[in-house]
């Protein structure tokens, strides 16, 4: 059975806890990944030192960074903060995920220690605490602020927020990475976009990244198919028409195109 949001409620966020979960955990774990269950610390690799990170199934291509090593952060560590990582890792192997995730996120907060803030925002997302993994994914993003996984878990927290402001700001930043294809990009931004149940709010975070680049034809075309896949075919009909009005009509356009016909009806 999934978790429920019940420790530390804030109530700007309380309403959007039913859509969180599984999304967080399907964004931490893998991209695209067809499962959307949230997982337990039992799964959680058994054999993992107190500060390593259990590594996702699938990262982001431009990404694929290997977690910090216990002897990178034990140079100079204080014991107390030993003692921190301990009850973290012991606490999330006897599922206390709640005590995990507080004292991980403050061992992270003490070291700036990217891997560190990494596991406290899946220690956090796991029990359920929605102030804590946000917390905790914003440090992430400050402490690594080139990981294509922490814009993108934040951006993915903030849209299902209904954020679209600050979702606007992550997924900007993703869009444009320097380290990935503009094409790579885009299709990270469509999975994030795709896997929201609140689909205007994910058309409308579209919008502002296509707005915000209005010559560049493939942000244009993937609007449109994320529309088709929100099932909303008058607008993407009404982009590509747009769309055809400045582009030539290429291969990708006219398999889109087609799709709309065949939506609208058309033989």
């Known amino acids: 059975m999934p978790h429920t949001f019940r420790v530390n409620p804030d109530p700007r966020y309380t309403r959007h806890t039913a859509a969180w979960l599984p999304m967080l955990a399907l964004t931490l774990a893998v991209t695209g990944c067809a499962t959307t269950s949230v997982p337990s610390e039992s799964s959680l690799p058994a054999t993992e030192s107190p500060v390593a990170l259990p590594a996702p199934v699938a990262p982001p291509a431009a990404v694929q960074a290997e977690p910090a090593s216990p002897s990178a952060i034990s140079e100079d560590i204080d014991p107390e903060l030993w003692y921190q990582l301990l009850v973290a890792e012991f606490a999330s192997r006897r599922n206390q995920p709640q005590l995990a995730a507080t004292n991980m996120l403050d061992a992270a907060r003490q070291t700036a220690e990217p891997a560190l803030a990494r596991r406290a925002t899946t220690l956090a997302i796991v029990a359920g605490n929605e ?37 606007h700001g992550e997924l900007t930043y993703l869009l444009n990475d320097p380290s990935g294809t503009r094409q790579n990009n885009l299709r990270q931004i469509t999975g994030v976009l795709g896997r929201e149940r609140n689909r205007a709010n994910a058309l409308e975070l579209m919008r502002r990244l296509v707005d915000d680049r209005p010559d560049d034809v493939a942000a244009q075309l993937a609007y449109a198919n994320l529309a088709l896949r929100a099932d909303n075919v008058t607008l993407a009909r009404t982009i590509l028409d747009a769309l055809l009005l400045g582009a030539d009509l290429d291969g990708d356009i006219a398999l889109t195109y087609v799709a709309v016909l065949q939506r609208e009806g058309n033989p």
């Open 131 to 167: 102030t804590g993994a946000l917390d905790a994914a914003k440090l992430w993003t400050e402490v690594a602020p080139a990981d294509n996984d922490a814009h993108q878990v934040l951006g993915t927290m903030y849209l299902a927020l209904g954020d679209i402001d600050n979702a």
